[in-house]
């Protein structure tokens, strides 16, 4: 599975642009659709996807400027450039920060499904990479219900493992340590942990990277079990409460991070910290729900209920029902149903 993130100002065409995607192939899922570039960068932090889409000209963070900063961290990803302008410049210049393909407005089904297919190569590639990642935001969020200290160890288990990854390309490497030292960092400066004092490593030294994460990672486990003693924050509250009401309409990190008038990175790491879970993931579980109560007690068909829940179109919402329950929405119904 190819992991896709987009990004677009304009709704209807972020909507047309992710239903292409998904119609695109099976081994395509887009985790993620923002509508400006600071919105996206988050979503990156968040998500990490191995294929990123996004338009030229959007507001707070240009495509330009996105993918100059996802070149700056060193960050292993696919980027495709959605552009209305034929500007020799622009491709010059998206060619110096690493995307693989420019491609013009009105862009069409069949130029976007060609460039998808030929993105595969190199989205192979990234399928390695992208299982350390998922490993480790696995081993963050806690999820197997391990004791810290073990969960601890199991991510220095982890880090001597992608350090012991000798025969791939040292790009790739230092891609996922900035990754997991970006992350690390966002998880501190949450808890208001500094990490100044965390030793200095060497990049060719083995023993002091590990100890330089072993350190970050003590840390964050501390702030964890201070936080744990706390209640979720009122502003956490309400925006559980305002997603609940309002679930069936589009709900971006953009638009929750206005309303609680915090940074969208801010807002994104809080809610996560404090919910155990993703905005995307968590209005996606409130519409599952939904889903599941309509299939029980209407008989509607899955396309409508996947317009009256929210989702943008049926493909997505069966992906996301059979991830999330275990059946597809029609089997959930023959099964469940009475």
Request: aromatic share 10%; net charge negative.
């Amino acid at each position: 599975m190819y992991t896709v993130l987009v990004a677009e100002n304009e709704p209807w065409v972020l909507k047309g642009i992710v239903k292409m995607v998904e119609e695109a192939g099976e081994e395509f899922e887009v985790v993620g659709a923002c509508s400006n570039g600071e919105e996206a960068w988050s979503m990156i932090q968040e998500v990490w996807p191995m294929l990123l889409i996004t338009d030229i000209m959007m507001p707070d963070l240009d495509g330009l400027s996105l993918c100059k900063r996802i070149k700056e961290h060193q960050l292993s990803l696919v980027s495709i450039i959605v552009s209305g302008y034929d500007n020799f410049q622009y491709a010059q210049k998206a060619m110096t920060y690493g995307v693989s393909e420019y491609l013009l407005k009105p862009l069409e089904f069949e130029l976007l499904a060609e460039t998808l297919n030929r993105s595969k190569e190199k989205l192979e590639s990234l399928k390695h990479l992208n299982s350390y990642i998922v490993k480790f935001q696995t081993l963050l969020d806690n999820r197997q219900g391990l004791q810290p200290k073990l969960a601890l160890n199991k991510q220095i288990e982890l880090f001597q493992a992608v350090l012991r990854m000798g025969y791939i390309q040292q790009n790739v490497r230092v891609s996922l340590l900035n990754i997991f030292e970006h992350k690390l960092k966002m998880l501190l400066e949450e808890c208001d942990v500094s990490f100044k004092d965390a030793p200095p490593y060497d990049a060719s030294d083995d023993e002091s990277i590990i100890r330089y994460y072993t350190v970050m990672l003590e840390k964050w486990y501390l702030s964890q079990n201070k936080a744990g003693e706390s209640s979720m924050p009122k502003v956490i509250e309400q925006s559980c409460r305002y997603i609940k009401e309002n679930f069936k309409e589009e709900i971006t990190l953009t638009e929750m991070a206005a309303l609680t008038n915090f940074s969208v990175s801010h807002f994104s790491t809080l809610f996560k910290k404090h919910t155990g879970s993703s905005l995307v993931n968590y209005v996606n579980g409130i519409k599952i729900e939904e889903a599941k109560k309509l299939l029980l007690s209407t008989s509607y068909s899955v396309s409508e209920i996947t317009e009256i829940v929210g989702f943008s179109t049926t493909p997505y919402f069966s992906r996301v029902f059979k991830t999330t329950v275990g059946l597809s929405p029609l089997e959930y119904r023959k099964r469940m149903g009475t």
